[in-house]
Structures are given as structure tokens and as C-alpha cells.
């Protein structure tokens, strides 16, 4: 188990150098990873020798830089749902919402 945590600090520590040009799916899969981490923590299941908890404080460090991509990611998807959203309300409105055909028009006669 000590093993794991030590792996998972070396994908961390990749991960928080190349943070700018990572995808959102790979932060998912990273959190996820974490996630399992956590629980594992959690439920006793990983004896916390201080090597353990040495590499869990270093793995703590790098929350804050992922959390700042994360929520920038975040920002991005709400804004292109919104633009998304927009451009749907302005298609609609130019769209006919009805048969040409079917306008009746009075003749003087």
C-alpha cells in the first residue's frame, strides 16, 4: 500500500508541472484516482507510517494548483454554455415557427 501512495505522489508531481497544457479528462481520472486514495485513508485500510504521511502532506501541497485548473475549466464550460444557449434563443427567434402557406391575406376588393 505504501507503494501506492508513493506512485500517486509521482503522478501528482507530473501532473501539477505540465497543469497548463493537461485536459479536463485527465484531471477527472486524477480525482477519481484520489478519490480511492482517500477512502483507502479513510476506512484504515493504509497503515500511516510517517513516510506515509510525509508523501500525503506533499500530495496535499498540489490541491490548491489543481483546484485552480479544475475551477478554470469549470469557468470555461459554464461560458460556452451560455454562449451555446444564447445563439440557441437567437436561431429560434429567426426561425419560422410557422407554414408560409397558411397566412391568410384580406383583398380589397
Known amino acids: 500500500m505504501e507503494s501506492s501512495v508513493t506512485a500517486f505522489l509521482e503522478k501528482t508531481e507530473a501532473l501539477s508541472s505540465r497543469l497548463d497544457s493537461c485536459t479536463w479528462e485527465e484531471l477527472s481520472l486524477f480525482v477519481q484516482e484520489r478519490g480511492e486514495l482517500v477512502s483507502l485513508v479513510h476506512e484504515g485500510k493504509l497503515e500511516l507510517t510517517s ?4 508523501e500525503l502532506a506533499r500530495i496535499l501541497f ?5 483546484s ?3 475551477k478554470k475549466y469549470k469557468q470555461e464550460a459554464a461560458q ?3 454562449q451555446r444557449q444564447t445563439s440557441k434563443i437567437q436561431r429560434n427567434a429567426y426561425e419560422l415557427n410557422y407554414a408560409p402557406d397558411s397566412i391568410l391575406m384580406d383583398k380589397k376588393k
Do not use: C, F, H
Open 51 to 54: 513516510k506515509v504521511s510525509d
Open 68 to 70: 485552480k485548473q479544475m
Open 80 to 82: 460556452w454554455l451560455v
Open 62 to 66: 498540489y490541491d490548491e494548483q489543481i
